[in-house]
């Protein structure tokens, strides 16, 4: 299995730019979550769905964020306008019968 | 906020020595789980212990759990230079609920 893929891995963006991540979770996996690392803030979860309905986004931090799963091997998080505190990492994670969370790569996100 | 705090926040050793790190917690726990994060990466799952259990061991791993304390304990034993990393303690508060909240974080150094 080729684990949890997300694209792209580096985005370097200018403030006001619309920012679009993709996650493929692994197959079979029902649950699939967003994360956002920064140093100050740590690990922040975004958002959660579950069988690709959204079950939790009280970590989104406000309403230019947005995530979508239209079917259960891809998400898209969005960002618009993004700002210059947006930048971080953000990480996708999936699982799948059990509660084990399986992490991708991340993308490297840095708003100008 | 209900975020566990990991203790210390940096530990540097010696190759060989054994490593203890600590995790904290504000409220009751349905399970906890440990993840580590080498450099510029995503975080791998380590460990889960469940409310109902004090101690579990994986490989060089062994983790206590005391609710009493709402703390969680992960030693590493006969450490290597790979164990270089960041690791973070994650609890779920509900139960049937995939919803992780993740620590602040370790960073671990094993000097070679």
């Known amino acids: 299995d080729a684990g949890v893929i997300q694209s792209p891995r580096h985005e370097v963006t200018e403030m006001g730019q619309e920012v679009t991540l993709r996650c493929k979770p692994i197959?079979?996996?029902?649950?699939l979550f967003w994360y956002r690392q920064t140093m100050m803030r740590g690990l922040e979860l975004l958002i959660y769905?579950?069988?690709?309905?959204?079950?939790?986004d009280s970590g989104m931090p406000e309403d230019r964020f947005s995530a979508k799963m239209p079917n259960a091997s891809f998400s898209t998080l969005k960002i618009q306008p993004s700002e210059p505190r947006d930048s971080a990492v953000y990480f996708c994670?999936?699982?799948?019968?059990?509660?084990?969370?399986?992490f991708g790569p991340g993308t490297r996100l840095l708003v100008l | 906020s209900q975020q566990g705090e990991e203790d210390p926040q940096a530990l540097s050793i010696q190759e060989g020595e054994n490593a203890t790190m600590n995790c904290s917690y504000k409220?009751?726990?349905?399970?906890l789980q440990w993840y580590r994060q080498n450099s510029g990466r995503g975080l791998v799952h380590l460990i889960l212990i469940r409310s109902n259990e004090r101690e579990k061991h994986s490989g060089r791993l062994r983790v206590t759990l005391d609710t009493s304390k709402k703390s969680s304990s992960l030693l590493i034993t006969a450490s290597r230079a790979a164990d270089t990393a960041s690791y973070f303690c994650a609890t779920a508060f509900t139960s049937g609920t995939y919803k992780y909240i993740f620590g602040t974080g370790t960073r671990l150094k094993v000097l070679a």
């Open positions: 769905f579950n069988n690709n309905v959204p079950i939790d």
């Open positions: 994670a999936s699982s799948g019968p059990g509660e084990t969370q399986y």
């Open positions: 197959s079979g996996h029902n649950s």
């Open positions: 409220t009751s726990i349905n399970n």
